[in-house]
């Protein structure tokens, strides 16, 4: 196996000491800019990294954040929101030469384990932190951590519009959070009522949501935000209302099933996901039930696999890459020095397809 370069051999070959080629690759005073410039050429022809374990025990950033994910191992494969926003991380992060350290766990309590140990073994500069809860010991263990944090997909009360760090705030709360936390926001209530304005109109008063885990915050967003549209529009809970799942496919189907073998099963379906929504119609296709004819469905997360089954779905298109990058542009601020904030991603826009019309006339009163 090659050896790896080091600052000796980097030192060596530019007739140099040791120590001005620790400042020039560490960017400090004490070398010319002409010897500075040859000896990070050479460095880049020797293809010499950093030591990141070494220059966290010295004090110096590791170059990295992290990013954990409790979720169920089933249900990562076949959805395609984190492949999204990982690409949209990964290309901010790899234009700032930061490495992204990534793991899997089981719940929650590992995760906490795992930024323990991070802090602990200083192999993080910060973190991303996904899915918050609704009783979440996350914040409250960072703070303690002092380590810097971006929570991704908190959603936004409703009235929050801002684009950049401290334009938005949950219900009863301040603007940009306190100590090393920041936030980015999805405004999920403004989505539903796009849901719900294009079912409404269309002749829709038995709507059924399919959502995702019930400890989520964002989970909990969106049926208060389907109980608050529908009462708007003069819907009560015998007519709209919510259902959890896991977000898999099994579960999706396995929902669908039950409520369409209701005495008064609804017309619409507005799933948590696409895997669910797609898993949703293979159902109505299986019992004999026609998409739109007798059921409209819409997904809240848009791919190619609502743009390829038949009929293609009604979905929520948002940037779920931008959500990424949006992040991660936070969180190498607040490595920078910039104050916590909080962002709130470009709103998503319902793409009416044919998976949506007008019920049975016999089945809306």
């Known amino acids: 196996m090659a050896r790896r370069p080091t600052i000796k051999d980097i030192a060596r070959q530019a007739g140099v000491s040791e120590s001005a080629v ?52 089933h249900t990562l494969g076949v959805e395609s929101f984190f492949l999204q926003l990982v690409s949209g991380i990964q290309e901010v992060l790899s234009a700032a030469r930061t490495a992204l ?27 991303l932190v996904v899915d918050p809860r609704t009783s979440d010991p996350r914040p409250a263990l960072l703070e303690q951590l002092a380590l810097p944090a971006v929570t991704i997909g908190e959603a936004a009360a409703t009235g929050d519009t801002g684009a950049g760090a401290g334009a938005g705030a949950e219900a009863g709360g301040g603007g940009a959070p306190s100590g090393t936390l920041s936030s980015v926001r999805a405004d999920d ?50 007519q709209v209302r919510s259902v959890v799942t896991d977000y898999s496919d099994a579960e999706g189907a396995a929902a669908t099933r039950r409520v369409l073998a209701e005495p008064l099963p609804p017309t619409a379906l507005v799933y948590d996901n696409d895997v669910m929504a797609v898993a949703g119609s293979a159902v109505a296709a299986e019992l004999g039930i ?50 916590p904030g909080v962002r709130i991603s470009e709103q998503p826009r319902l793409e009416p397809r044919e998976s949506t019309a007008p019920p049975p006339a016999h089945t809306e009163s």
């Open 290 to 339: 026609p998409v739109p004819g007798r059921l409209s469905i819409v997904a809240w997360d848009d791919s190619a696999l609502c743009r390829v089954t038949h009929p293609r779905l009604t979905a929520l298109v948002r940037d779920t890459a931008g959500f990424g990058r949006l992040a991660a542009e936070e969180l190498l601020a607040v490595l920078a020095g910039s104050p």
């Open 22 to 73: 620790s400042f020039a690759l560490n960017d400090r005073p004490g070398v010319s800019q002409d010897t500075r410039a040859r000896i990070r050429r050479l460095a880049e022809e020797l293809g010499w990294q950093p030591n990141s374990a070494a220059r966290a025990l010295s004090g110096e950033r590791s170059g990295a954040v992290g990013l954990v994910l409790a979720r169920p191992a």
């Open 101 to 127: 350290l990534f793991q899997v766990v089981e719940d929650i309590d590992a995760e906490c384990a795992v930024y323990r140990r991070w802090w602990a073994e200083r192999r993080v500069d910060g973190v």
């Open 189 to 238: 209530a403004g989505a539903m009522a796009q849901v719900l304005d294009h079912l409404h109109r269309l002749g829709h008063r038995r709507i059924t949501h399919i959502a995702g885990l019930p400890g989520l915050a964002h989970t909990v967003h969106r049926m208060d935000s389907l109980r608050t549209e529908a009462a708007r529009r003069g819907l009560g809970p015998d």
